[in-house]
């Protein structure tokens, strides 16, 4: 008996289109779970408002005073991700994507890349000024992205409306300083190949523009961290700037996440995050040190300080600095500011914001070991 033929993969545009016809007319709220739940539950919201696929989406024409005032109410945005986008459209060249960028409302910011101005379909939405949220043209990485604050990719019928599934399209949030999104960033050809590999691309540019955005602001010292035997100086350090009386300015998403007290609206002083004279962060950034630093938690991270308007001392690539015991960073520092005080230990102490003791006993200890 001649064996029956094994059954044929369904295309990616086939499950789409199966999780369509459950979601739009059969009402399964998951869609079969052909798609993601987040896509499934994107279109839910929009029948819920009354939506239907086939409308037509105007992507509203925006006057000249909403693209000036976008402009000008996120100047700062643009700032920092200009250089990135550039280099994004270098990237994407070959790919028919092109990189939108747009403030935490989904209205269009800015744009580059490969952009074909006589496609209209391109042009409608890469006006800065148009509003691309999910309330205006349904699902799209754009409102997907700001509503799960995570990167996500759609391809085609994955957007809600037919006249948006032309579109293929990576996003990811872009979190500001203070730890709240300001934007996001989104990847999108029409009708391209898709390219899911875009989402990690998309991720790894939001993190660059977070940092530089964290740079723009007024600070004294930049502090990059990171755990032990991690090589410091590539976009995955957290970033933490603190001005002159050691109080914090701003941090990333990686130094938050290595320091979870760094949330947003809470005020915090360098002692607050670090077992350890907080003057001796300022004095290790003047040497060019990596030191390891001590948490109240017990861990421990290693740390290496940039004073602002200073290159580092350091070059920041993977191995080509040395991380110097804590203790004897602490003795070095105790040293010369006691020096600095002319041998009087009591005001060393003051300014070092440690008790006479602890001066006597460190320094006691080092000549022991000496």
């Known amino acids: 008996m001649p064996s029956m033929p094994a059954p044929q993969p369904v295309s990616r545009l086939a499950r789409i289109a199966q999780a369509r016809q459950l979601a739009m007319h059969e009402a399964a709220p998951l869609a079969g779970g052909l798609v993601e739940p987040w896509i499934a539950q994107s279109w839910q919201r929009c029948l819920a408002q009354g939506l239907r696929p086939d409308q037509r989406v105007g992507f509203d024409a925006v006057s ?122 989104d990847l999108t050809g029409v009708e391209a190949t898709e390219r899911p590999e875009l989402r990690h691309l998309a991720t790894h540019a939001a993190r660059r523009i977070e940092n530089a955005l964290l740079l723009l602001r007024p600070h004294r010292l930049l502090l990059r961290l990171n755990w032990p035997g991690i090589p410091l100086g590539d976009d995955a350090d957290g970033l933490l700037t603190i001005d002159a009386d050691g109080l914090v300015c701003a941090s990333n998403r990686a130094a938050r996440q290595l320091l979870p007290m760094l949330t947003p609206g809470n005020e915090l002083h360098c002692r607050d995050l670090f077992a350890t004279p907080w003057e001796m962060l300022f004095d290790a950034a003047r040497q060019g040190s990596v030191i390891d630093v001590p948490l109240w938690s017990g861990l421990r991270l290693q740390l290496r300080g940039q004073l602002a308007g200073h290159a580092p001392t350091v070059a920041p690539r993977a191995g080509a600095t040395t991380t110097l015991p804590l203790r004897d960073v602490e003795t070095g520092l105790i040293r010369q500011a006691v020096e600095a005080a002319r041998g009087n230990v009591a005001q060393a102490a003051r300014n070092l914001g440690i008790s006479r003791a602890t001066v006597y006993r460190k320094l006691g200890t080092t000549a022991k070991r000496g």
């Open 64 to 185: 000249a005073s909403a693209m000036r005032q976008a402009a000008d109410a996120n100047r700062t945005l643009v700032q920092a991700a200009r250089p990135i986008l550039k280099q994004l459209g270098g990237a994407l060249a070959e790919t028919r994507y092109f990189a939108i960028l747009t403030n935490h409302d989904g209205v269009v910011v800015d744009t580059d890349g490969p952009i074909d101005r006589n496609d209209r379909r391109a042009a409608l939405i890469t006006r800065v000024g148009v509003d691309l949220s999910e309330g205006s043209v349904g699902t799209t990485a754009i409102g997907a992205a700001l509503r799960e604050l995570q990167p996500v990719w759609l391809h085609r019928g994955e957007h809600f409306f037919n006249d948006t599934a032309v579109y293929s399209c990576a996003g990811a949030p872009l979190f500001g300083p203070d730890g709240r999104c300001a934007g996001m960033l």
